[in-house]
């Protein structure tokens, strides 16, 4: 059962839009005190201002140190909700590369290395990683997005399976398509592939207190997605074969 939230010191990232906001507004209304990160200054002040939170405007890589001293010193939970949605190839330049492993997975290190000496003293804390299904799965035309998210899922489950035992709660919230700018960033592949199925960002939230109230590492808004990973992990060849078929239509189509 999750504990209550009411006073939590709680920050989410890439809080000014979409998941984000929807985190945002989701715990405000449980009593939080939330931090607002976003790089956008006017879309963080904004939605601050809606849930009465604050804003700290800037990289996500960067927010633990501000976001603590508008908490009063005590983060509870840490939202690393920002990310990128760079598609491409292997043939995408380094920089695209560089830029997925900053945002999607080294934002989700940093955070953790310098919350994790405080949640381990007090012996509890929680970090909420939006990962994707892309994650766990993987996404036609993004592979700088999918190789990253793979890699903030693998992180998210280290953190659980090493510190669980001294109070640390952690959770993956891998949902497939959500309204939101970055689906529409998605383009073509987006829209074969997420759009038909997309849900609302306030459906991510209730997913995520769901989640949490059942002490659930893996969070999963689209429950499909599960039957997608028992079958990615038990045969993987026809699993494969099914993504290469979305792979063809999707380039018949273009």
């Not at 849930?51 to 603590?68: F, K, L």
């Not at 405080?118 to 939006?130: D, K, P, Q």
Request: aromatic content about 6%.
């Amino acid at each position: 059962m999750v504990e209550s939230l009411r006073g939590a010191g709680v920050v989410v990232t890439g809080g000014g839009g979409g998941i984000g906001a929807a985190l945002a507004r989701r715990f405000a209304a449980a009593g939080a005190r939330v931090v607002v990160n976003d790089l956008d200054e006017g879309r963080a002040v904004g939605l601050a201002e809606e849930i009465g939170g604050v804003a700290v405007v800037g990289d996500a890589s960067t927010v633990v140190g501000a976001a603590m001293d508008a908490l009063g010193g005590a983060v509870d939970v840490y939202c690393a909700n920002a990310g990128v949605a760079t598609g491409g190839s292997e043939a995408a330049e380094d920089a695209i590369w560089d830029l997925a492993w900053d945002v999607n997975v080294m934002a989700h290190v940093r955070a953790a290395r310098a919350l994790l000496p405080g949640w381990l003293e007090r012996g509890g804390g929680r970090f909420v990683s939006t990962v994707s299904a892309a994650g766990l799965l993987t996404m036609i035309g993004a592979a700088p997005y999918s190789v990253t998210k793979h890699g903030a899922y693998a992180f998210a489950e280290w953190l659980s399976l090493t510190y669980r035992h001294r109070g640390l709660k952690v959770h993956a919230v891998c949902p497939q398509g959500v309204r939101t700018d970055m689906l529409d960033a998605t383009g073509s592949a987006g829209d074969l592939v997420l759009r038909p199925t997309a849900i609302e960002p306030s459906e991510v939230a209730d997913a995520l207190f769901k989640g949490m109230a059942e002490d659930r590492f893996l969070i999963l808004p689209h429950p499909e997605a599960a039957g997608y990973y028992r079958l990615r992990a038990s045969d993987p060849d026809r699993w494969l074969s099914g993504m290469n078929h979305l792979q063809r239509t999707w380039e018949d189509k273009g």
